[in-house]
């Protein structure tokens, strides 16, 4: 196995917070053979990659050429959003601002064939969500750029501190612009509108819960319902 997959597979596993003992027990197979998977000394088998698959929630398209998601700018993506007009005192649902990401790459994918970070999204009960979606939060508001505040069964997500002022320099003036005509579709709307409307897309209603979704599904959908 070329470094580029035990890298690969590595980061994946670190990202969703598997152990290797965890990897190994999924895989059928001892932590020290695992571990020659991580170095690079040991082949897997396509059973074991088709597990990995699943487990990893990518496709195998994903799988074979080892592109891991842009993590870094998934998260600038999230201040981008924050930074935008979407919210008139600043401050957005996390389901909502679950829902805005995902509109955001799906609607990169329809115009460019790419998304904007590469992320896995899972079908999920209120809609579609990467698994790190919750750990980005968690590390924005430990670096002191958001504050996710409770309001009766809400949490509300705002920027803190300076954030304002932070540069978004791992997204382009063109992706900026799609999430601000998005934000501003949808300024007015509350979570409900927005999980109904992604619930109604045919990237969602063709996948089964909680399977990944392939982003070419989103090709299929109306022009006037990409976002």
């Not at 935008?84 to 600043?90: F, I």
């Not at 958001?146 to 300076?162: N, R, Y």
Request: proline share 4%.
């Amino acid at each position: 196995m070329s470094n580029k997959y035990a890298q690969f597979i590595k980061a994946l596993r670190t990202g969703r917070g598997f152990s290797q003992s965890f990897m190994a027990g999924k895989l059928n197979i001892s932590r020290p053979s695992y571990i020659g998977i991580e170095h690079g000394s040991r082949e897997i088998t396509l059973e074991e990659a088709e597990k990995l698959k699943d487990l990893f929630g990518i496709s195998i398209e994903e799988f074979a050429s080892a592109t891991l998601p842009k993590y870094e700018k998934y998260k600038q993506m999230i201040l981008a959003y924050l930074k935008s007009s979407v919210a008139t005192d600043g401050k957005i649902p996390k389901t909502k601002l679950a829902k805005l990401l995902y509109l955001a790459d799906f609607a990169w994918y329809y115009k460019n064939l790419n998304s904007m970070s590469g992320m896995q999204y899972l079908r999920r009960a209120y809609g579609p969500v990467p698994d790190p979606y919750f750990r980005a939060l968690t590390e924005l508001e430990e670096e002191g750029k958001i504050s996710v505040d409770h309001k009766g069964d809400a949490f509300l997500v705002s920027l803190s501190g300076s954030s304002s002022k932070q540069k978004l320099d791992l997204l382009n003036d063109k992706e900026v612009e799609l999430i601000k005509k998005i934000g501003g579709k949808w300024k007015n709307k509350n979570t409900r509108d927005i999980v109904d409307f992604t619930h109604e897309q045919l990237p969602y209603k063709l996948c089964a819960p909680d399977e990944a979704i392939p982003y070419e599904l989103i090709i299929q959908q109306d022009p006037d319902y990409v976002y």
